[in-house]
Protein backbone atom coordinates (compact mmCIF):
# COMPACT_ATOMS: atom_id res chain seq x y z
CA UNK A 1 0.00 0.00 0.00
CA UNK A 2 1.20 3.28 -0.75
CA UNK A 3 1.83 6.22 2.18
CA UNK A 4 1.57 9.85 2.13
CA UNK A 5 3.48 10.75 -0.97
CA UNK A 6 5.78 14.41 -0.65
CA UNK A 7 7.17 16.19 -3.49
CA UNK A 8 9.97 17.28 -3.78
CA UNK A 9 11.70 15.65 -1.22
CA UNK A 10 14.40 18.11 -0.66
CA UNK A 11 14.01 22.10 -1.66
CA UNK A 12 16.66 24.47 -1.87
CA UNK A 13 15.78 28.20 -3.20
CA UNK A 14 16.58 32.06 -2.67
CA UNK A 15 15.06 33.91 -0.13
CA UNK A 16 12.30 35.84 -1.74
CA UNK A 17 11.14 32.91 -3.54
CA UNK A 18 8.15 30.97 -3.88
CA UNK A 19 8.12 27.39 -2.31
CA UNK A 20 5.07 25.18 -2.70
CA UNK A 21 5.20 21.50 -1.04
CA UNK A 22 2.76 19.16 -2.16
CA UNK A 23 0.81 16.29 -0.40
CA UNK A 24 -0.73 13.06 -1.58
CA UNK A 25 -2.69 11.84 1.72
CA UNK A 26 -3.11 8.04 1.76
CA UNK A 27 -6.59 6.84 -0.12
CA UNK A 28 -9.34 6.37 2.09
CA UNK A 29 -8.22 9.04 5.18
CA UNK A 30 -10.23 12.13 5.61
CA UNK A 31 -7.88 14.36 7.59
CA UNK A 32 -4.92 16.25 6.48
CA UNK A 33 -2.15 17.95 8.76
CA UNK A 34 0.88 19.74 7.67
CA UNK A 35 3.84 19.74 10.47
CA UNK A 36 6.98 21.30 10.37
CA UNK A 37 10.17 20.19 11.95
CA UNK A 38 13.46 21.99 13.61
CA UNK A 39 15.72 21.23 16.24
CA UNK A 40 15.04 24.49 17.91
CA UNK A 41 11.22 23.73 17.75
CA UNK A 42 10.47 19.87 17.15
CA UNK A 43 7.53 19.10 15.58
CA UNK A 44 5.03 21.23 15.14
CA UNK A 45 1.52 21.28 13.47
CA UNK A 46 1.12 23.82 11.30
CA UNK A 47 -2.75 23.14 9.97
CA UNK A 48 -5.08 20.45 9.27
CA UNK A 49 -7.85 19.78 7.25
CA UNK A 50 -10.90 17.15 7.93
CA UNK A 51 -12.90 16.61 4.93
CA UNK A 52 -10.69 18.56 2.53
CA UNK A 53 -11.50 21.72 4.73
CA UNK A 54 -8.93 23.50 6.68
CA UNK A 55 -10.21 23.38 10.32
CA UNK A 56 -6.89 24.93 12.65
CA UNK A 57 -4.85 27.11 10.72
CA UNK A 58 -3.44 28.51 14.15
CA UNK A 59 0.17 26.79 13.84
CA UNK A 60 0.57 28.87 10.47
CA UNK A 61 3.39 31.11 11.20
CA UNK A 62 2.20 34.38 9.61
CA UNK A 63 0.67 35.02 6.33
CA UNK A 64 3.24 34.00 3.75
CA UNK A 65 2.25 30.74 4.24
CA UNK A 66 -1.36 29.15 3.15
CA UNK A 67 -2.11 25.68 2.38
CA UNK A 68 -4.72 24.08 0.26
CA UNK A 69 -6.81 20.95 -0.36
CA UNK A 70 -8.61 21.11 -3.60
CA UNK A 71 -9.34 17.48 -3.21
CA UNK A 72 -9.24 14.35 -1.18
CA UNK A 73 -5.85 13.51 -2.38
CA UNK A 74 -3.94 16.25 -3.25
CA UNK A 75 -2.73 19.25 -1.22
CA UNK A 76 -0.10 22.16 -1.57
CA UNK A 77 1.77 24.06 1.59
CA UNK A 78 3.07 27.66 -0.11
CA UNK A 79 5.43 29.99 1.57
CA UNK A 80 5.51 33.03 -0.49
CA UNK A 81 8.02 34.69 0.11
CA UNK A 82 10.41 33.03 1.78
CA UNK A 83 12.96 33.58 3.89
CA UNK A 84 15.79 31.78 5.60
CA UNK A 85 13.75 30.81 9.02
CA UNK A 86 11.63 29.01 7.04
CA UNK A 87 14.40 26.24 6.67
CA UNK A 88 13.25 22.63 7.99
CA UNK A 89 11.38 19.37 7.17
CA UNK A 90 7.62 20.00 6.57
CA UNK A 91 6.12 16.89 6.90
CA UNK A 92 2.06 15.64 5.80
CA UNK A 93 0.60 13.32 7.69
CA UNK A 94 -2.85 11.67 6.82
CA UNK A 95 -5.58 9.84 9.28
CA UNK A 96 -8.58 7.41 8.61
CA UNK A 97 -10.42 9.18 11.61
CA UNK A 98 -10.51 10.41 14.86
CA UNK A 99 -8.65 8.45 17.27
CA UNK A 100 -6.72 7.06 14.72
CA UNK A 101 -3.00 7.03 14.09
CA UNK A 102 -1.22 9.75 11.65
CA UNK A 103 0.61 8.29 8.93
CA UNK A 104 3.78 10.59 8.00
CA UNK A 105 5.29 10.72 4.74
CA UNK A 106 9.38 11.28 4.81
CA UNK A 107 9.14 14.96 4.56
CA UNK A 108 10.47 17.59 2.20
CA UNK A 109 13.83 19.22 3.10
CA UNK A 110 14.04 23.27 2.54
CA UNK A 111 16.72 25.46 2.38
CA UNK A 112 16.26 29.05 2.12
CA UNK A 113 19.27 30.77 1.29
CA UNK B 1 12.49 11.46 29.31
CA UNK B 2 11.04 14.51 27.21
CA UNK B 3 13.42 17.56 27.09
CA UNK B 4 12.83 21.03 26.31
CA UNK B 5 15.49 22.83 24.36
CA UNK B 6 18.39 21.52 21.85
CA UNK B 7 19.56 19.08 23.48
CA UNK B 8 17.33 15.48 23.11
CA UNK B 9 18.17 13.23 25.94
CA UNK B 10 19.84 10.43 25.14
CA UNK B 11 19.19 6.53 26.06
CA UNK B 12 22.30 3.85 25.52
CA UNK B 13 21.13 0.39 25.99
CA UNK B 14 22.97 -2.85 25.33
CA UNK B 15 21.54 -5.23 22.43
CA UNK B 16 19.11 -7.71 23.62
CA UNK B 17 17.82 -5.78 26.75
CA UNK B 18 15.42 -3.90 27.79
CA UNK B 19 14.17 -0.26 26.77
CA UNK B 20 11.63 1.92 28.62
CA UNK B 21 11.30 5.50 27.41
CA UNK B 22 9.54 8.16 29.36
CA UNK B 23 7.29 10.61 28.23
CA UNK B 24 5.52 13.52 30.55
CA UNK B 25 2.38 15.06 28.88
CA UNK B 26 0.78 18.05 29.47
CA UNK B 27 -2.87 18.53 29.18
CA UNK B 28 -5.29 16.43 31.31
CA UNK B 29 -7.84 16.73 28.93
CA UNK B 30 -5.77 14.64 25.90
CA UNK B 31 -7.34 11.41 25.71
CA UNK B 32 -5.13 9.67 22.79
CA UNK B 33 -1.48 9.01 23.18
CA UNK B 34 0.84 8.07 20.38
CA UNK B 35 4.33 6.76 20.21
CA UNK B 36 6.38 7.35 16.78
CA UNK B 37 9.73 6.18 15.91
CA UNK B 38 12.04 8.91 13.26
CA UNK B 39 14.99 7.44 11.66
CA UNK B 40 17.60 9.80 9.90
CA UNK B 41 15.64 10.92 7.02
CA UNK B 42 12.35 9.74 7.22
CA UNK B 43 8.87 10.59 8.83
CA UNK B 44 7.81 9.62 12.21
CA UNK B 45 6.47 6.24 12.00
CA UNK B 46 3.69 4.70 13.71
CA UNK B 47 4.81 2.37 16.53
CA UNK B 48 1.44 1.75 18.71
CA UNK B 49 -1.26 4.05 20.49
CA UNK B 50 -3.70 4.41 23.89
CA UNK B 51 -6.50 5.81 24.70
CA UNK B 52 -7.33 7.40 27.83
CA UNK B 53 -9.58 4.43 28.94
CA UNK B 54 -7.03 2.14 29.06
CA UNK B 55 -3.49 2.09 31.14
CA UNK B 56 -1.56 -0.40 28.97
CA UNK B 57 -1.67 -1.82 25.48
CA UNK B 58 0.94 -4.32 24.12
CA UNK B 59 2.47 -4.64 20.56
CA UNK B 60 5.05 -6.42 18.86
CA UNK B 61 8.40 -6.23 21.43
CA UNK B 62 5.99 -3.03 22.27
CA UNK B 63 4.16 -1.81 25.50
CA UNK B 64 2.77 1.76 25.95
CA UNK B 65 1.87 2.35 29.91
CA UNK B 66 0.02 5.64 30.91
CA UNK B 67 -0.33 6.86 34.07
CA UNK B 68 -3.20 9.04 34.15
CA UNK B 69 -2.89 10.85 37.52
CA UNK B 70 0.57 12.19 37.05
CA UNK B 71 0.18 12.18 33.02
CA UNK B 72 2.64 9.74 32.29
CA UNK B 73 3.30 7.77 29.37
CA UNK B 74 6.01 5.17 28.70
CA UNK B 75 7.21 2.93 25.89
CA UNK B 76 9.01 -0.53 26.78
CA UNK B 77 11.20 -2.32 23.40
CA UNK B 78 11.53 -5.82 24.89
CA UNK B 79 14.78 -7.47 23.60
CA UNK B 80 16.09 -4.23 21.60
CA UNK B 81 17.66 -4.94 18.37
CA UNK B 82 20.11 -2.67 16.44
CA UNK B 83 16.99 -1.17 14.06
CA UNK B 84 15.38 0.19 17.45
CA UNK B 85 18.02 2.54 16.95
CA UNK B 86 16.19 5.81 16.41
CA UNK B 87 14.36 8.74 18.19
CA UNK B 88 10.93 8.39 19.53
CA UNK B 89 8.62 10.63 19.87
CA UNK B 90 5.48 10.76 22.46
CA UNK B 91 2.29 12.43 21.25
CA UNK B 92 -1.01 13.50 22.65
CA UNK B 93 -4.59 14.34 20.84
CA UNK B 94 -8.02 14.71 21.25
CA UNK B 95 -10.83 14.98 19.62
CA UNK B 96 -10.42 16.16 16.11
CA UNK B 97 -7.30 18.37 16.56
CA UNK B 98 -3.67 17.00 15.11
CA UNK B 99 -1.51 15.87 17.58
CA UNK B 100 1.18 17.50 20.38
CA UNK B 101 4.55 16.27 20.17
CA UNK B 102 6.92 16.01 22.71
CA UNK B 103 10.63 16.67 22.00
CA UNK B 104 11.69 13.12 21.61
CA UNK B 105 14.50 10.60 23.14
CA UNK B 106 17.33 9.57 21.38
CA UNK B 107 17.69 5.39 21.43
CA UNK B 108 21.28 4.20 21.09
CA UNK B 109 21.64 0.26 20.58
CA UNK B 110 24.97 -0.49 21.97
CA UNK B 111 26.11 -4.10 20.28
Known amino acids: DAGVIQSPRHEVTEMGQEVTLRCKPI?????LFWYRQTMMRGLELLIYFNNNVPIDDSGMPEDRFSAKMPNASFSTLKIQPSEPRDSAVYFC???????????FGDGTRLSIL | GESVGLHLPTLSVQEGDNSIINCAYSNSASDYFIWYKQESGKGPQFIID?????DKRQGQRVTVLLNKTVKHLSLQIAATQPGDSAVYFCAEGGGADGLTFGKGTHLIIQP
Open chain 2, 50 to 54: IRSNM
Open chain 1, 27 to 31: SGHNS
Open chain 1, 93 to 103: ASRKGHNQPQH
